[in-house]
Nanobody
């Protein structure tokens, strides 16, 4: 049974930083592309960024480029989302997602490509 468990959310002032973690179990971690998505109140869940199974490739939505960084630690089966220079519009529930890919460098850049999801962690950025 695949489980993705997020942690690290919280309340932070604008301009601050947070690091989210997502620990995976029940899957072969290096065979899965991992993604971070978010959902603000009243809005659809949107893609934030992704990292390939190999960990060598990443991709981000324009609104977070230069501020957010995704990394993964194969020894801990964990993927991270480092968020810097946070803005009030970053407020959302952040979800970790995974999907096995045929190529270890594949990136999954849309919500519908993922088939495993975590429960989400709330990030609130105050102005």
């Amino acid at each position: 049974q695949v489980q993705l468990i997020e942690s690290g959310g919280g309340l932070v002032q604008a301009g601050g930083s947070l690091r989210l973690s997502c620990t995976a179990s029940g899957l072969t971690f290096s065979n899965n592309a991992m993604g971070w998505l978010r959902q603000a109140p009243g809005k659809e869940r949107e893609f934030v960024g992704t990292i390939s199974g190999s960990g060598t490739s990443t991709y981000y939505v324009d609104s977070v480029k230069g501020r957010f960084t995704i990394s993964r630690d194969i020894t801990k089966n964990t993927v991270y989302l480092q968020m810097n220079s946070l803005k009030p519009e970053d407020t959302a529930v952040y979800y970790c997602a995974a999907r096995q890919t045929l190529r270890i460098n594949a990136l999954l850049t849309t919500r519908n490509q993922y088939n495993y999801w975590g429960q989400g962690t709330q990030v609130t950025v105050s102005s």
